[in-house]
């Protein structure tokens, strides 16, 4: 027997070990460039949008931050410069971005990211925030997006369990989120003390 067969065989079988991390940036690096230059630039625009999202939902207070975003979402205001793009590939980059940036966001950091990249190609959403009894007993809440009658952002298996504030009542919500002594309330808060 020569000496790489022994090696083989002195090798347990089983699953393969795990890949480098060198190796799937590598594969992810593929992957993006297999892409037409209209998808990546699609892709691009929804990480930074999902970035500053994240930056802006975690420094400036519910209340000053939630009613703009509805005033942009609810009715977008067309931009000649700006293509228009279907409804699934603007989802498929909010998705795409959601899956492979690892900034530590909320459902409620990818619903805003992606209504207002829905919103800057055309497409009015409207962003739903409810809540719902915990196993535990406490609240949990939960946002996601939705276009007409369709969810789009955020769907889950158990999304009927949660109670969503009227459309209209964004300007309760800031209170029904607050904590005594805690001045920047808002669902984002209570989704990361989930």
């Known amino acids: 027997m020569d000496e790489s067969a022994s090696r083989r065989a002195e090798q347990p079988a089983g699953p393969a070990p795990p890949r480098?991390?060198?190796?799937?940036?590598?594969?992810?690096?593929?992957?993006?460039?297999?892409?037409?230059?209209?998808?990546?630039?699609l892709l691009a625009r929804a990480v930074v949008r999902l970035v500053v999202t994240?930056?802006?939902v975690a420094v400036v207070p519910f209340g000053r931050w939630y009613p703009r975003v509805q005033r942009r979402i609810r009715a977008p205001a067309v931009d000649a410069s700006?293509?228009?793009?279907?409804?699934d590939q603007v989802l498929w980059a909010v998705h795409a971005a959601a899956r492979h940036v690892p900034i530590g966001a909320t459902c409620l950091v990818h619903a805003v990211a992606g209504s207002l990249l829905l919103a800057r190609h055309g497409h009015p959403s409207q962003i739903r925030i409810g809540v719902a009894r915990g196993t535990e007993g406490g609240l949990e809440a939960h946002a996601w997006v939705e276009c007409g009658e369709r969810v789009v952002i955020g769907a889950t298996g158990d999304l009927d369990r949660f109670v969503a504030f009227p459309v209209d009542?964004?300007?309760?919500?800031?209170?029904?989120?607050?904590?005594?002594?805690?001045?920047?309330s808002g669902p984002d808060r209570a989704a990361r003390d989930r």
């Not at 700006?82 to 409804?87: A, D, G, I, K, Y």
Request: aromatic share 6%.
């Open 20 to 41: 480098p991390a060198a190796s799937v940036w590598l594969a992810r690096g593929r992957r993006l460039l297999a892409l037409s230059s209209f998808r990546r630039r």
């Open 54 to 56: 994240r930056v802006v």
């Open 82 to 87: 700006v293509p228009h793009v279907e409804l």
């Open 169 to 184: 009542g964004a300007r309760s919500l800031p209170m029904a989120f607050s904590r005594a002594g805690d001045s920047r």
